[in-house]
């Protein structure tokens, strides 16, 4: 009977481990994980932390699938190195588990500044996981905090804060760009996010980084930007970005490069019957072909699913990533895609907006669409545009607005 080993329990271990089950009845699969939850929705933490969203809203996969899949799910358990000649993993204990195939969902890790040391125990978290979710509100409510300060206004930054907002503290919004979600949104777009911000308080500094940190009585208290601006706070939460997480493919002879884990069309890296995919992986942009690290929930759920058809012999090909980002801010929902951020110089806009609520703006070259970007006080169905950017098929500018 042969043996699967799945690292990771987040987007792309519960599709993996899922598909495998579906295509092989009797394999053993095993899925190793640092964390001690069963496998949740991590795009769901900042409902959780305020509360709008329970632990079992946020599961995926309990117990009961586990058991009933027949599927062995370690809790807790760290794989410290891969023998990948004799095909074993070794987990910090020194347990041995053979395999015969193994993927690596090892997703990405924080990126820390140089001149903060992460400390819970004095106010200064990532937003992360479940347990950093956790922590933060144990925090909290501990210390009473009123004052919170998250660096980097990304999605994770911007979530985070309004969760912290809605948690009624007052929060310091500090981000390296002059705009709010610089690699998802326009300057126009972001400006229409800020203004709800005001309500919010919430107050943004811009063009800022964080350069010290003070503690008294062994908690944070206050933060100093780069123009020496001193903030008071009572906890920091660190959301200035990831980098994949190239730890054990390094140490294993695994092929990596700048973007990520190297792997083939079908999610093979390397070293035969080692497969990776989701934040650690480096992959082709469709539109622009440059290779760029994977990011997002629904590839890597798509990504899983494909190498459990590799593993089974029903092998498809991946043709590349559309990276696309969607999400609620504020009571605005935003969808963005494509070249939004650098846009090259020979793109066509096509923009509509009333500079308050409503904003849509399409990126053309030759006809083709390129990108969107939309923020609405409704739901946003962008399926439509997005299959237009794979299709690549000459459209008129009356089917986009």
């Not at 690596?104 to 996981?129: M, W, Y």
């Not at 347990?131 to 999605?155: M, P, R, S, W, Y």
């Not at 020496?228 to 906890?235: A, G, K, V």
């Not at 070259?365 to 962008?382: D, R």
Request: aromatic share 8%; net charge neutral.
């Amino acid at each position: 009977m042969k043996t699967h080993i799945v690292i990771g329990s987040s987007a792309v271990g519960i599709s993996v481990l899922s598909q495998l089950r579906k295509l092989d009845a009797n394999s053993k699969i095993i899925c190793i994980t640092k964390s001690q939850f069963y496998p949740y929705n991590t795009c769901l933490l900042a409902d959780y932390l305020t509360g709008e969203k329970t632990l079992e809203d946020i599961t995926i996969k309990d117990e009961k699938f586990f058991t009933e899949s027949k599927i062995e799910y370690l809790k807790n358990s760290n794989v410290t190195n891969i023998d990948t000649k004799n095909k074993f993993v070794i987990l910090q204990n020194n347990q041995k588990i053979f395999f015969d195939t193994l993927t690596l969902g090892v997703g990405a890790n924080n990126i820390i500044p140089s001149n903060v040391n992460i400390q819970e125990n004095i106010g200064i978290f990532f937003f992360k996981t479940l347990e950093d979710t956790n922590h933060i509100l144990q925090f909290i409510k501990k210390e009473n905090c009123t004052t919170a300060t998250v660096l980097g206004t990304g999605l994770v930054g911007m979530e985070i804060a309004e969760s912290l907002s809605k948690l009624g503290l007052k929060v310091n919004l500090i981000g390296r760009s002059n705009q709010l979600m610089s690699k998802l949104l326009d300057n126009d777009a972001a400006e229409i996010i800020e203004k709800k911000l005001q309500n919010k308080n919430i107050t943004f500094y811009k063009n800022e980084t964080l350069e010290d940190v003070t503690c008294e009585n062994n908690k944070i208290k206050k933060v100093k930007l780069q123009n020496n601006q001193t903030i008071s706070t009572d906890l920091l939460i660190i959301a200035s970005g990831s980098a994949p997480n190239l730890d054990l493919a390094q140490n294993s002879g695994i092929e990596i490069c700048e973007k990520g884990i190297v792997v083939d069309q079908f999610f093979q890296t390397n070293i035969k019957d080692i497969y990776a995919a989701g934040d650690a992986i480096a992959v082709k942009d469709i539109l622009s072909g440059n290779i760029i690290s994977s990011c997002t929930w629904p590839d890597a759920i798509m990504q899983g699913i494909l190498i459990a058809n590799s593993i089974t012999n029903k092998r498809k090909e991946y043709k590349g990533a559309l990276i696309s980002f969607s999400s609620k801010i504020f009571e605005t929902y935003f969808a963005s895609c494509g070249q939004i951020a650098n846009t090259p110089s020979n793109f066509k806009h096509i923009v509509k907006s009333d500079g308050i609520n409503y904003y849509r703006k399409f990126l053309l070259h030759e006809n083709k669409l390129k990108g969107f970007l939309i923020l609405n006080n409704n739901p946003i169905n962008f399926g439509i545009y997005r299959k237009m950017i794979l299709d690549q098929k000459e459209i008129s500018e009356s089917n986009l607005l």
